[in-house]
């Protein structure tokens, strides 16, 4: 069954031709079952293949992954119980190992407890320390280090701890999220959008649009209590052993959770959780709620449909008595799993009329009248808006603040200018894809009064009078400010014209 999020998917024929498989009959760029471009032909790899090197050459590393990635998610797919049992071996293979690195490196980082930075290996040689690693793995003697704990601020003051693992670790876990995340995408639900490829916050936020549209009324708006604190470790194993019976893979994740963390020059031992920070973490938070999403749908969907981004989610409904029921099935799901639902941060919201709203994914939504209808046709009609929230807003001016401090009131103006431009434009694509043009006008304002108040600075008495008064929001994009307003951009049709 082939998931929404994939595209038109072409069949591939794989036939056999001078000892390699070949795409054939297969129209130019079409999309693989994992969603990727069917590249050359090259050798067979994998569980499925001849015996020999299990390094194969023909395409490049990064093909040569995504390939593998097609057929395990193909093999899973075609037997959903089907448990594979030569995982590991995939891990420490050159191509896995190199394409595990350049995404660590994309990522960047910090260094983990034993102070080697992502510098640090390129100066030592990214090939000799690949080599290195997959020897140690092939061997069976790599172990997890523990990881390093560092906090940072949430917005309601408290500290949100992560764990920074070795940039040895992060190489070795994005291998392995590269093996077993084809084998689950097989198995994992469409409502559930965080951390999987093709997948995105746009599409959870679109999926909510189109539901508020058509009757959604009633939102259960959930968080978990600690949930990557909290998550089980042994329940995490077991759900992971029903696809993979590889004892070294299974060995290794359990060498991830259990590594323990340094805080402070201390080490503590975890019995619980996953740390946030780590590589293989989203994939093993996906697993382990995977449980809530298939009970849901197979149990639960005609109260409400679930929208699941990682650990955070929404249920709407159409009704007040199905989002009552939907609480009370959620809280007997996750009571399952050794989780339990903040009292502080879920509610229930009622949207009908506009009468309330809800924060998701940095988000505020909230239904609205659309004018339109109403001065062409006369019907009151409400449909789902949403736009940055408050605490998005806040974030997104103490960001300029830091940009455009007092202190560099003498430096170019250009100079601040190229530096805010990635940030604007980084936030704005984020948030144009819905109702965010009042707020992006007030930032685009904001933006100005900081840039016009530094040039102010700057002059010190030696500003004229009227001089000031030119430097508008125009004035400071012909210097090559990054504008917000008018960069709206819809990702869609409304669906009732959708057949138009």
């Known amino acids: 069954m082939q998931r929404e999020s994939e595209g038109t998917v072409v069949p591939q024929t794989l036939v056999r031709a001078g000892g390699t498989n070949a795409v054939k009959n297969n129209a130019a760029g079409g999309k693989g079952p994992c969603g990727d471009r069917a590249g050359e032909a090259g050798k067979r790899e994998g569980m499925s293949g001849k015996s020999g090197t ?7 590393p990064r093909e040569k992954v995504r390939q593998l990635q097609r057929q395990l998610w193909a093999a899973a ?15 420490w293979r050159s191509d896995v190992l190199q394409e595990a690195w350049r995404r660590v490196r994309s990522n960047r980082g910090a260094a983990g407890v034993d102070g080697q930075s992502i510098r640090d290996v390129e100066q030592y040689g990214v090939e000799r320390f690949l080599e290195e690693l997959g020897s140690c793995l092939r061997a069976g003697e790599y172990r ?8 940072i601020p949430k917005a309601d003051g408290k500290q949100r701890p992560l764990g920074i693992p070795t940039v040895r670790d992060r190489v070795v876990q994005m291998a392995a999220k590269l093996v077993l995340e084809a084998v689950f995408e097989a198995d994992f639900l469409p409502c559930s959008y965080g951390f999987r490829p093709k997948r995105s916050t746009t599409m959870a936020l679109e999926t909510l649009r189109k539901l508020g549209a058509k009757g959604g009324h009633h939102v259960l708006d959930a968080d978990i209590r600690d949930y990557f604190g909290s998550i089980d470790h042994e329940k995490l194993l ?12 299974l060995k290794l994740l359990r060498q991830w959770l259990e590594a323990g963390v340094m805080d402070e020059g201390t080490v503590h031992r975890t019995v619980a959780g996953t740390p946030q920070g780590g590589v293989i973490s989203p994939l093993l938070s996906n697993i382990y709620l995977h449980v809530l999403d298939t009970l849901w749908t197979r149990h639960s969907a005609p109260l409400g449909t679930l929208v699941r981004y990682c650990d955070d989610f929404v249920v709407m409904c159409h009704t007040k008595k199905g989002c009552e029921q939907a609480e009370e099935r959620i809280r007997v799901i996750l009571k399952r799993l050794g989780l339990e639902l903040h009292p502080d941060k879920t509610r229930r919201v009622e949207l009908y009329d506009g009468k309330e709203g809800f924060d998701f994914l940095g988000c505020h939504l909230h239904k609205r009248m659309s004018g339109k209808l109403w001065e062409q046709k006369g019907k009151r009609l409400y449909f789902l808006h949403r736009w940055p929230s408050q605490r998005a807003m806040s974030r997104i001016r103490q960001r300029v603040r830091e940009v455009t401090p007092r202190s560099r009131c003498h430096v170019d103006l250009r100079t601040i200018i190229a530096d805010l431009n990635p940030v604007l434009r980084g936030w704005s694509a984020y948030f144009r894809t819905g109702n965010a043009a009042r707020q992006f006008l007030r ?31 125009e004035y400071f994009e012909n210097l090559g400010l990054y504008r917000l307003r008018g960069s709206i951009c819809y990702p869609g049709r409304p669906f009732w014209t959708e057949n138009a």
């Open 144 to 151: 997890a280090q523990v990881v390093r704990r560092r906090y």
């Open 238 to 249: 077991k759900l992971v052993a029903r696809r993979v019976s590889d004892r070294r893979m």
């Open 54 to 60: 299990n390094d194969p050459g023909g395409l490049v």
């Open 443 to 473: 930032l685009d304002s904001f933006v100005a009064h900081r840039l016009k108040a530094l040039r102010c600075k700057g002059r010190g008495r030696n500003l004229a009078a009227g001089v000031s008064a030119g430097w508008t929001r």
């Open 77 to 91: 797919k075609r037997a959903p119980g089907r448990r594979f049992h030569a995982l590991y071996d995939h891990i």
